[in-house]
């Protein structure tokens, strides 16, 4: 993890036209969309798996973490595939995104922590909210969304 006072890079993309952000240093690679192979039994939030380059990922829904609907694929529709820890190991793991904006740098003066209350989301389900040019940006906790929802 990076130093708490440190800007982050991330890259920012869209989930029902909202902001959010992953620390780039995550990301491996934006795709365009790729043909899924549906898990018989799975939840919705891991349903499919993908091939990236040669291996069989799992392609998480963050908008149901998020209780969005999970929404018809558009032509602006990308996967983000990042490297992760799971269980102590890194894992490749295909995040859908309704569009993908920028890297940015997202400075701490910037950032607060989200309200325990008053949130349409679950406030563990988020690391950071950041402002800019009047937007927020959610970070989301990866590690709290995986353990509860993987």
């Known amino acids: 993890m990076i130093a708490s006072d440190a800007p982050i890079e991330a890259l920012t993309f869209d989930l029902q036209g909202e902001t959010f ?16 192979t549906p898990v018989p039994g799975a939840r919705a939030f891991v349903g499919a ?11 998480v829904d963050l908008r149901l973490a998020f209780d969005m609907s999970a929404g018809a694929p558009t032509i602006d529709s ?5 490297e992760y820890p ?8 295909g995040l ?18 989200a309200p325990r209350v008053g949130m349409s989301w679950r406030p563990d389900f988020i690391r950071l909210l950041a402002r800019r ?18």
Do not use: M, S, Y
Request: charged share 25%.
């Open 21 to 36: 952000a992953l620390e780039a240093g995550l990301v491996q690679e934006v795709l365009d969309l790729l043909p899924e």
């Open 49 to 59: 798996v993908i091939n990236f380059r040669g291996r069989v990922i799992p392609l």
């Open 78 to 82: 990308r996967i983000v595939v990042i």
């Open 86 to 93: 799971l269980d102590g190991e890194q894992a490749l793991i």
């Open 96 to 113: 859908r995104a309704d569009k993908v904006h920028e890297v940015t740098t997202i400075t701490r003066d910037t950032t607060e922590q």
């Open 133 to 150: 040019h009047g937007d927020l940006i959610v970070i989301p906790d990866l590690e709290q969304i995986f353990a509860t929802q993987g």
